[in-house]
């Protein structure tokens, strides 16, 4: 059981540029979200889905995109990115959205936008 | 919005002292979860307290849920070096159809030996 894994790890962009941030897991959760975490700010939702087929905006959508095509995986598109999009990106997921489930994070993507 | 802010945002402390972290909103939360981040790492899963004035123990760690479900603790008692780290609160609320996490700004603690 791998849980939840990330790819890359690390990533430096220029302006503009686009690029995914894959995100797998292997326990069939229905459940899947991406974050980001910039200092002082804790981590601010930015997609999430509810299962294959299904995805909606969270606290911070603009300028990323997402789709989920089956239920392992769940990437983020960034599609002209910016320096403001620099941040370390993390994908989590739940067995359900349900009240208390647990979450369970990857190691995180670090993005730095030139 | 809602907002989570936890205090105090940064703590070094020696081996074997006691501390508290709070987290705080004015909104209602029909859950509140506490993870601990590393560096380079996600952040863990420590506890869930899902009921107004629940208590919960996890060896040195004690976490309390506000009665009103709007704030909560985590309590360390006898701090050890394995303890540092980045501590999130993270409250659930049911919007849009669906159950979302708020997390807090966090509180990194340092424990020296």
């Known amino acids: 059981n791998a849980g939840v894994t990330q790819t890359p790890k690390f990533q430096v962009l220029k302006t503009g540029q686009s690029m995914t941030l894959q995100c797998a897991q292997d326990?069939?959760?229905?459940?899947m979200s991406w974050y980001r975490q910039d200092p002082g700010m804790g981590l601010r939702l930015i997609h999430y889905s509810v299962g294959a087929g299904i995805t909606d905006q969270g606290e911070v959508p603009n300028g990323y995109n997402v789709s989920r095509s089956t239920t392992e995986d769940f990437p983020l598109r960034l599609l002209s990115a910016a320096p403001s999009q620099t941040s370390v990106y993390f994908c989590?997921?739940?067995?359900?959205?349900?009240?208390?489930?647990?979450?369970?994070f990857g190691p995180g993507t670090r993005l730095t936008v030139l | 919005t809602q907002l989570l802010e936890q205090s105090p945002q940064f703590l070094s402390i020696q081996e074997g002292e006691n501390l508290t972290v709070y987290c705080n909103s004015s909104s209602v939360f029909s859950s509140l979860q506490w993870y601990r981040q590393e560096p380079g790492e996600g952040p863990v899963l420590l506890v869930t307290?899902?009921?107004?004035?629940e208590v919960k123990k996890l060896k040195r760690l004690t976490f309390q849920f506000g009665d009103a479900r709007k704030d909560s603790s985590l309590h360390i008692t006898a701090a050890q070096p394995g303890d540092t780290g980045l501590y999130l609160c993270a409250g659930q609320s049911y919007t849009s159809g669906t159950y979302k996490y708020i997390f807090g700004t966090g509180t990194r603690l340092k424990v020296l030996a």
């Open positions: 307290v899902v009921t107004g004035g």
């Open positions: 326990m069939n959760h229905e459940y």
């Open positions: 989590a997921s739940s067995l359900t959205s349900g009240k208390g489930d647990t979450q369970y």
